[in-house]
């Protein structure tokens, strides 16, 4: 099993920036794909970032290149999205997830946290 608990999110205004936090526990052969998701009101859950403990690689959506980053700690128990410049458009519930290999559903997730932007 893998439990998921993301925090960070909050009320910013358009340009500010936001870390969030995803604390991971359990078995880790389960979790060597992490990602991040979003899910805006009255649309479809999204992917936003992807992070491979197996080799490192990062994979990014085109609207936030260049302004989040997904990394990790050493201990391989936290995941981070660092978002920068954020504009209203980001506005959603975030969620982190993960899964086994790159092949595989995406079977744990956490609860969410809110980020709100305002213009």
């Known amino acids: 099993q893998v439990q998921l608990v993301e925090s960070g999110g909050g009320l910013v205004q358009a340009g500010a920036s936001l870390t969030l936090s995803c604390a991971a526990s359990?078995?880790?052969?389960?979790?060597?794909?992490m990602g991040w998701f979003r899910q805006a009101p009255g649309k479809d859950r999204e992917l936003v970032a992807v992070?491979?403990?197996?080799?490192?690689?990062?994979w990014y959506r085109d609207s936030v290149k260049g302004r989040f980053t997904i990394s990790t700690d050493n201990a391989k128990n936290t995941v981070f999205l660092q978002t920068n410049s954020l504009k209203p458009e980001d506005t959603a519930v975030y969620y982190c997830?993960?899964?086994?290999?790159?092949?595989?559903?995406?079977?744990?997730w956490g609860q969410g946290t809110q980020v709100t932007v305002s213009s």
């Open positions: 997830a993960a899964k086994s290999s790159a092949a595989s559903t995406w079977d744990y």
């Open positions: 359990g078995h880790t052969s389960s979790r060597k794909i």
């Open positions: 992070f491979s403990w197996n080799d490192g690689s990062t």
